[in-house]
């Protein structure tokens, strides 16, 4: 049996846009090339178990991990996990870092609809942020140097100025995703939420949670490219668009679930067919525009550097994102809240 080439790592591959990317990876030849793992959260839904068996390719090997990405030692343990079994000759280095998973949350119970973790974290920025940016800093030291791509998901949420965000960041002072109060202001949800605007706020929260993902892609490419070891690593942003038929919002009232879970579906089926690229999308189009930037290099190149993709075209983020003083203030406070030591990143000078 030949040994696979590397490995590629993955989360949120259960269900949502992470089934479109998984049905489009299985279909491709990097599947029978690399080892795959499977991060999912230990009560995801769907039936990637089922999928893998019926619809993998023979040569294709695979793990499914579970992992609650919302608990940062979970994180660090698996991380210092995956680290060991590389190094060990266990695992091959990895070749493609996929952070597909994203959650919403909506607490009933509170009057606000904040949540937090058991390490008092405010949930969108501890699963759609922290964990992500934990993963990949303690993961560098395992990525193959001769060039390896980490990729995640963007969104239109984190910009105040989109047409579909403009009713939930409805003020001049709402539409800073990163103020004065920085990072701390985020992962305590200092913002006063007013009687009846809690749906609005978790959107403005979750769109919070992909700024500063955002903004730390940006921050976390310019040093790597000042790394000699570690300046042939590429990160990448994939904004999914306008997509039906996900978990995303699960949280929020039937009838807005229900224009999304199933209402979308065919409006996004029809664009795909009208437009390429196209604002409204399925989880199959998403699927395969993830599968093309993993790969690509005709349009993006062999070594494509902080790009901010808009399905596959080439696009940017919001203005804020690239403003480099909070980038560095976010890298710093970030490592603060996570706890990171000397020792456990690889990246030369990322304190």
Wanted: net charge positive; hydrophobic share 40%; charged share 20%.
């Amino acid at each position: 049996m030949t040994l696979p080439k590397g490995t590629i790592i993955a989360t949120g591959a259960a269900s949502g846009i992470g089934s479109g990317w998984l049905l489009s990876h299985l279909k491709s030849p990097q599947a029978k090339l690399y080892h795959t793992i499977y991060i999912i959260h230990p009560s995801a839904p769907g039936n990637l178990r089922e999928i893998l068996q019926n619809r993998a390719p023979s040569e294709h090997t695979y793990e499914i991990l579970p992992l609650d990405l919302s608990n940062m030692s979970e994180v660090r343990l698996t991380a210092t996990d995956f680290n060991r079994r590389i190094e060990k000759g266990e695992l091959g280095k990895i070749k493609i870092l996929m952070l597909i998973a994203g959650a919403m949350f909506l607490d009933p119970k509170t009057k606000d609809g904040v949540s937090f973790t058991n390490e008092g974290i405010e949930s969108h920025m501890a699963v759609n942020y922290l964990s992500n940016y934990l993963l990949i800093l303690l993961l560098l030291q395992s990525l193959e140097k001769k060039g390896s791509r980490i990729i995640a998901m963007g969104s239109t949420n984190h910009n105040p100025d989109f047409l579909s965000t403009q009713g939930s960041f409805h003020s001049k002072e709402l539409k800073i995703l990163f103020g004065d109060g920085g990072l701390q202001d985020l992962i305590k949800a200092t913002e006063k939420v007013r009687t009846g605007d809690a749906i609005p706020a978790s959107l403005r929260r979750y769109g919070r949670s992909k700024w500063c993902l955002i903004a730390f892609f940006y921050e976390l490419q310019r040093r790597l490219d000042t790394d000699p070891e570690m300046q042939n690593i590429s990160c990448i942003l994939e904004d999914p668009g306008l997509v039906g038929g996900t978990t995303l919002l699960t949280p929020v009232p039937f009838y807005i679930r229900w224009i999304i879970m199933y209402l979308m579906i065919p409006i996004g089926f029809i664009c795909s067919l009208l437009w390429t690229n196209g604002r409204f999308r399925t989880a199959q189009t998403v699927g395969r525009a993830l599968v093309w930037c993993s790969w690509d290099t005709v349009t993006l190149g062999e070594r494509p550097k902080g790009l901010y993709l808009n399905g596959m075209e080439i696009s940017s983020s919001s203005r804020e994102t690239y403003d480099k003083v909070k980038q560095e203030k976010l890298w710093r406070e970030s490592a603060e809240v996570v706890r990171l030591k000397e020792g456990e990143v690889a990246l030369k000078g990322w304190k």
